[in-house]
């Protein structure tokens, strides 16, 4: 489902604050505007619900040690990535897309594989920054693919 399969009512003071709407997402207005957005209790079922904690604190520690320049100081030693990542956004979006593609969730949200994910990611970093380095095992498509519009 995309974002604009949502169903957002916007509050009508003038109707004691019942929700009113055309049934679509209204993006020329920001909420700060007064306006009160929600998406539509009758479809939030079928709408995927928020990560679990455990895959949200993966993704907030491993931005944090990328941010850090800490994320496998093992394979990294040595390397100053952050400059040839955060310079352009395109070799930090794939660090994320390699992190996000790799990682692994069970059915109870928990996160089975972060170690894995993040050295994944590494390997990329490492392989822009040291041209000599081969990333063992290869990537492979999915691991490097880029998904949304």
């Not at 994320?71 to 956004?89: E, H, M, S, T, W």
């Not at 992190?99 to 692994?104: A, S």
């Not at 994944?120 to 490492?126: D, G, K, P, T």
């Amino acid at each position: 489902m995309s974002y604009s399969d949502l169903v957002v009512r916007e509050a009508d003071p003038q109707n004691g604050g019942e929700a009113r709407g055309s049934g679509t997402a209204d993006r020329t207005a920001p909420p700060s505007q007064g306006r009160q957005r929600s998406v539509d209790p009758a479809r939030h079922d079928v709408l995927m619900g928020h990560l679990s904690v455990d895959v949200r604190a993966s993704l907030r520690f491993f931005a944090f040690y990328l941010a850090n320049g800490t994320i496998d100081v093992d394979l990294l030693d040595g390397f100053d990535y952050r400059p040839a990542l955060f310079q352009f956004g395109s070799p930090l979006e794939r660090v994320f897309a390699i992190y996000t593609n790799v990682l692994q969730v069970d059915t109870n949200g928990e996160v089975l594989n972060d170690g894995d994910a993040q050295y994944r990611a590494a390997q990329w970093i490492r392989s822009c920054c040291d041209p000599t380095y081969e990333v063992e095992p290869p990537f492979q498509a999915w691991e490097t693919e880029l998904h949304g519009p």
